[in-house]
Each structure stands twice: as C-alpha cells, then as structure tokens.
C-alpha cells in the first residue's frame, strides 16, 4: 500500500538539488517511476517528497557533439531502443536497451533512474561500459563528470554525493573497425547474466578487445586483464582463455547465489557468453 507523499516540481537542476539538499533522506527523485513505485508500494523505500525531474529543459534530449551521444537523464528505454542517433552511433546500446522487461517498463522507465537505483540484474551498465561511458553529476552550486564504473559503486547503491542528481550520460562510439556483441540469460525478465564484448580483429587475430559481465555480482564490471590476455589469439584461443579463467571471473565478479542462478552457473555461462560474443563481434567487424 502507498503511504501519501507529496509531488515537488522545480523548473530546473538548481532548484531539484536544493530541494535534496532541504528534505535529505526525506525525498527522493522521481523521473520514469518504474522501479520505484513499486519499491514504495512494497515499504522498500519511504519517502514523504518525491521530486519530479520530467519537466526539466534538456534532461529528455539526445544529442550529439562530434565525439559523444549525450543522453539526458529522463530519456526512456523505449526511446533508446529505436532513436535513430543512438542506432547509428551507439548501436549495442540500443539492443540493450530492447532487452529491458516488456515494452511498459521500456516506455515508463528512464536511463537516469536505471543507473541510480543500479540493480545488479539490469541491462544498460554492461553495455554502457564498453563504451566508456561518463555521467554528469548536477548540484546547485556546479556539476562534474566522472566515469560510469566509478559511479556504479555497489548493489544498490552509487557515486551520488547529498544534492546531487545525475544529468547526462555521454557516450562515445565504438573505434572504426570494431564490431560488437550483447548476450545475455534471463529468467521473468530480468538478466540472470549479460555479457557485452567489443572487438577488432585483425588476420582473424584479436587485435584489441573489452570485455563487461553483469548481473553475476553486486555490479557490472569491464575485465581488463582478460582483454589484455586474448590480445593476440585467434577466436579458438581466446574462447580457451575464457574457460580456463574461471577463478579470476570469480573473483572480479563476486557472483552471489540468488533465484535466478547458482554463483557457479553464473560463472560458467560468464565463459560461455563471453565466447559467443566474442565471436558475433568478430562477425561484425567494421560493421558498428
């Protein structure tokens, strides 16, 4: 049952923050509402303030500066999914996008409020993490950006400091030349594991790689020091690095058992996908 709380709707990022700042834990954001109206209805989080981003100028736009796809907070998935600029530019983020629940969740929540709640079993961290993805942190007295790995802190839980919302996500493109693949497993539609690999692969050699799991622990992660081992092997090679890897996978990921997978099943499909992918994006190679 939803306990009353009351709607705020300031005109901009300044005045949201200033509001954060006056209500603290007594208020939280509200942007697409899909996570977080059920979390109040089932006493998860209790608010007496929910402060309405929708309205504000920019944080709805998509746009594009030479370098990045810049993304505002209360973009949907939906939209995500089938923009037009996101699907050239940022195509793996866009087939993320489409594997979100069902088509309501997709059109009602948000890319802001996805990261902010930062539930380990979601899709668009792993993906973003290929691309190096950065937020911009907004207060009332300035902003600043910081990498997407740096702001998924926890299970849960995020870099967001008191007064801050975040804005923007910016995103850069692939390299030239590279191809890439999102797999995942999922189970009442949520992702038990995904896997987002990128490559390019030179004389069917890997010529450079990353590589991201989630959903296997408490948030996604790039693997760096697998892409520096598969550097080099063929698709056979790598796929055997891959298997043999089973400790360091665990031990990065922190793989927890819950419904929707043992932490051992978790690992070995981490290898497995990873495989696959790796291949798709081979297949794809200079082709997005």
């Known amino acids: 049952m939803l306990q009353p709380f009351r709607v705020l709707t300031p005109a901009n990022v300044e005045e949201a923050s200033e509001e954060l700042v006056r209500l603290g834990e007594r208020a939280t954001i509200y942007a697409g509402g899909a996570e977080l109206i059920l979390l109040l209805r089932y006493g998860m989080v209790h608010a007496e303030y929910l402060i309405n981003i929708k309205g504000i100028d920019g944080l709805s736009e998509i746009g594009w500066n030479g370098r990045t796809v810049q ?16 699907r050239e530019r940022v195509p793996l983020l866009a087939d993320a996008e489409s594997r979100i629940a069902n088509i309501r969740v997709r059109n009602q929540g948000t890319l802001g409020g996805n990261l902010c709640f930062n539930d380990p079993h979601s899709d668009p961290g792993t993906a973003l993490l290929l691309h190096e993805a950065e937020v911009v942190l907004a207060r009332k007295d300035g902003h600043r950006q910081i990498p997407l790995s740096d702001f998924l802190s926890g299970m849960y839980s995020t870099g967001l400091e008191p007064g801050e919302l975040l ?12 191809g890439a693949a999102y797999l995942r497993v999922h189970r009442y539609q949520r992702p038990t594991l995904n896997v987002a690999v990128a490559a390019k692969l030179q004389n069917g050699a890997v010529e450079d790689a990353r590589l991201a799991v989630g959903c296997v622990g408490p948030k996604p992660l790039r693997l760096s020091e697998l892409e520096s081992k598969i550097r080099g092997e063929k698709l056979d090679g790598a796929k055997r690095i891959f298997a043999d890897s089973k400790q360091y996978l665990k031990d990065q990921l922190e793989p927890v058992d819950d419904l929707l997978g043992s932490a051992d099943y978790k690992i070995y499909m981490a290898a497995v996908l990873l495989g696959r992918a790796l291949s798709q994006a081979g297949r794809s190679n200079g082709k997005g």
Not at 71 to 86: F, K, M, P, Q
């Open 71 to 86: 993304i505002g907070a209360t973009v949907t998935h939906r939209r995500l999914e089938t923009d037009s600029l996101i």
């Open 167 to 178: 804005q923007k996500v910016f995103v850069a493109p692939l390299p030239v030349g590279w």
